[in-house]
């Protein structure tokens, strides 16, 4: 495959570049909050995915009858990762996730809701998975779901965790066990509105000063009509989901952005009277970064290069790139901090810190990314049974 992008995409870039440059604003753009600043969690970043919006840029890849452009899914890649390079948020959870799958999965009427209104910027999402006792075990949810027929649809009671959404979010994107006897084969996916009263939202901060939540059922009522896809076939759902998540929600451009920020920090810094750039352990770490960042750019392109709407997700090539590149984060993360040295420690921010700080939240913040969409563990796991076609007990 060719690694380099045509005319056409490389003037793509340049529309959204001015397009950023025009609408620079610190309430909307935020470096420092790495991966978490793709979430749409305040009204300023809401207003400026209006703007996205208006410019037809939500849906790119969408077929046409939905209201999308039938556009090749690099458009979308490169709009997302200069997004992320802004640190600013991205097309995310409902453009990549949940409307993707609707468009695959959903029933009319759910299309014909929320449809139109992802691509017009109007709704925002929580995705409920995890839970205490299935975490990297998916298929372990417990939240369970008891038909009620007299009403017409389910009653979920039990607990989500970790959903980072769940406070600002209008809908939840749920898996819940609507069948008792079957692991995989006995989940299914709803949608919940989150001001449903029995909905209880607790904050949990994580490590890298970001809110997720806890989220209690108690008596949830869910309609049918709210019922994506097949029932119990809600995992086969979450897996190709959590394929995309995995591209979409992990981009290259911020570690790009913090390599960068290295670079610079090593060129005009001295360490005992001698440039810190003459340093030949410091220059051969920083050239296998480089060359790890690049790795990392590939793997999602051949992604790309093999995924579509039309199409189930390729689960092996998600799951090596988001275990390389946010392996990747994190030895730059390592990397900031070892070379920075003491004053690496001071918290982001501080201007008179290495790299004002960036390396001290960055060193928090890409423990959680190797752990977000599956864990690195999990994603060796894939790789080897999906891809490999190694036996699942080895």
Do not use: C
């Not at 049918?224 to 989901?241: C, H, K, P, T």
């Not at 060359?291 to 392109?301: A, D, I, K, P």
Request: proline share 4%; no cysteine; charged share 25%.
């Amino acid at each position: 495959m060719n690694f380099e992008f045509p005319e056409d995409q490389q003037q793509f870039v340049k529309e959204v570049i001015a397009f950023l440059d025009a609408n620079d604003d610190p309430d909307v753009f935020d470096v420092t909050r790495e991966n978490m600043a793709q979430i749409v969690d305040t009204p300023a970043r809401r207003a400026f995915m209006k703007k996205l919006a208006e410019r037809g840029w939500l849906g790119i890849t969408w077929p046409e009858e939905h209201g999308g452009q039938d556009g090749d899914g690099v458009f979308e890649y490169l709009l997302n990762e200069q997004l992320a390079y802004r640190g600013g948020p991205q097309i995310g959870k409902g453009v990549g996730i949940i409307g993707k799958t609707l468009i695959r999965h959903g029933s009319e009427k759910l299309k014909k809701e929320f449809l139109p209104k992802i691509l017009n910027a109007e709704v925002e999402f929580a995705v409920g998975y995890s839970e205490p006792q299935a975490g990297s075990d998916a298929a372990n949810m417990q939240l369970k779901a008891t038909r009620d027929e007299e009403r017409g649809g389910w009653v979920l009671n039990g607990q989500k965790i970790w959903t980072t959404s769940a406070h600002f979010a209008d809908w939840y994107w749920v898996g819940a066990r609507t069948d008792q006897n079957s692991k995989h084969k006995g989940i299914t996916v709803f949608l919940v509105p989150m001001d449903h009263p029995g909905l209880d939202v607790h904050a949990t901060w994580t490590i890298g000063d970001e809110r997720t939540n806890e989220v209690y059922f108690n008596d949830v009522f869910v309609s049918d009509d709210y019922v994506v896809g097949e029932l119990n076939r809600g995992f086969q759902y979450i897996s190709e989901a959590l394929d995309l998540e995995r591209f979409t929600m992990f981009t290259v451009s911020p570690i790009l952005q913090r390599l960068e920020a290295l670079i610079d920090y090593v060129k005009n810094e001295k360490r005992d009277g001698e440039p810190l750039k003459n340093d030949p352990m410091v220059r051969a770490k920083i050239a296998q970064l480089a060359t790890q960042v690049e790795v990392s750019r590939v793997l999602g392109l051949r992604f790309l290069s093999k995924a579509g709407v039309g199409k189930k997700p390729p689960t092996g090539e998600a799951s090596m790139y988001k275990l390389f590149a946010t392996g990747t984060s994190k030895k730059l993360a390592d990397a900031s901090m070892d070379i920075a040295g003491p004053g690496g420690q001071l918290r982001v921010g501080t201007e008179e810190a290495p790299m004002k700080g960036r390396a001290e939240s960055t060193y928090r913040y890409t423990v959680i990314d190797t752990i977000g969409g599956g864990s690195s563990e999990i994603q060796k796991n894939i790789i080897s049974r999906r891809h490999l076609g190694l036996p699942k007990n080895f």
